[in-house]
């Protein structure tokens, strides 16, 4: 009988235990009453949620916790409609530590996941609370969520066990995003000094979405980061061409070879004297010494007409 009684208390420690235990946010989590609970980036409806893929959110951004539980149904005598009408609240502490601030959050359902007339129904909802931006509260949000029953006096229905996410520099909302380069090309090249150069290079995330905020392309011309004009932001498997335009004040007003680089890929962007633009032109008739225009072929052929009638008319008259 000690024995048994020893086994009995030795499972209510397990469980007792147990229910201290943060849940991973990245899990679904079931609680008792049937309670579920999922951390989540975006909720869309009902069991149509995107998970979040782990337990850190950037600093500034918004938990979003996808809820469910089965209430007892009342009926709507305008629509003769069976609802369900739960309250999830959020209750938990956050940075700084310690001893930890408390906050709370909330959300009330009376979706119906069906439309018969059942006593009982599922519903859902979503609880958002916001991660500061201050980087002195990064750190842990430990919380657990109550649903109750709002046709039943407010009758608790079950509690999630506790769940942890953190708030981190440098987290992202998306699986980080990978981008890689491909099809780097200069034109001209060789170029000349004085004259701009045109960098294009090709772009392809086989990441996630990160953050879903504009990121910048570097380019590295010898050595020292240049900054792209443009920004790019690239859902995972999509690609983008990405241009640069340099000129003297990147590429120096020297001739010579400038090495550039943007990723893994890196070129020579080769740099030549200007042609001067003061001389004249080789082509057509070269004027004299003297600087004067020459004498146009035509004065010189109606001169020698004109001499050739008067000797005519000269031999007339003798």
């Not at 893929?53 to 069976?82: C, M, Q, W």
């Not at 001067?276 to 010494?289: A, D």
């Amino acid at each position: 009988m000690v024995t048994k009684y020893r086994t009995i208390i030795f499972s209510l420690g397990i469980l007792l235990l147990m229910a201290q235990i943060p849940a991973a946010a990245s899990d679904r989590i079931v609680g008792d009453g049937g309670v579920v609970a999922v951390v989540c980036t975006d909720v869309y409806g009902y069991k149509n949620y995107s998970a979040h893929y782990n337990d850190h959110f950037p600093l500034g951004s918004t938990v979003k916790i996808y809820v469910e539980a089965s209430g007892t149904t009342s009926r709507d005598l305008n629509t003769d409609e069976y609802k369900p009408s739960i309250s999830f609240e959020l209750v938990g502490t956050k940075p700084p530590y310690p001893p930890g601030q408390s906050f709370t959050a909330s959300a009330s359902s009376s979706y119906m996941t069906n439309d018969d007339k059942s006593q009982t129904k599922r519903t859902y909802a979503t609880i958002s609370f916001g991660i500061s931006s201050d980087e002195d509260l990064q750190g842990e949000y430990r919380f657990r969520i109550t649903a109750k029953d709002n046709n039943a006096g407010g009758r608790v229905i079950g509690r999630t066990p506790y769940i942890t996410v953190y708030a981190e520099k440098g987290a992202t909302l998306y699986p980080p995003t990978n981008y890689q380069y491909s099809d780097l090309t200069i034109d001209p090249n060789p170029s000349t000094v004085g004259s701009s150069v045109t960098v294009k290079v090709n772009v392809t995330n086989l990441g996630g979405k990160g953050n879903w905020k504009d990121e910048k392309v570097y380019l590295m011309v010898d050595g020292t980061e240049v900054e792209s004009t443009s920004t790019i932001r690239l859902d995972h498997g999509e690609e983008a061409e990405v241009t640069f335009t340099l000129n003297d004040e990147t590429l120096g007003n020297e001739p010579g070879n400038t090495t550039i680089r943007i990723g893994e890929l890196e070129d020579v962007v080769i740099r030549e004297e200007g042609i001067s633009g003061s001389g004249s032109s080789s082509s057509g008739s070269t004027s004299g010494s003297s600087g004067q225009t020459p004498a146009q072929p035509g004065f010189e052929i109606f001169g020698a007409i004109l001499i050739l009638l008067i000797l005519t008319r000269s031999i007339r008259h003798l």
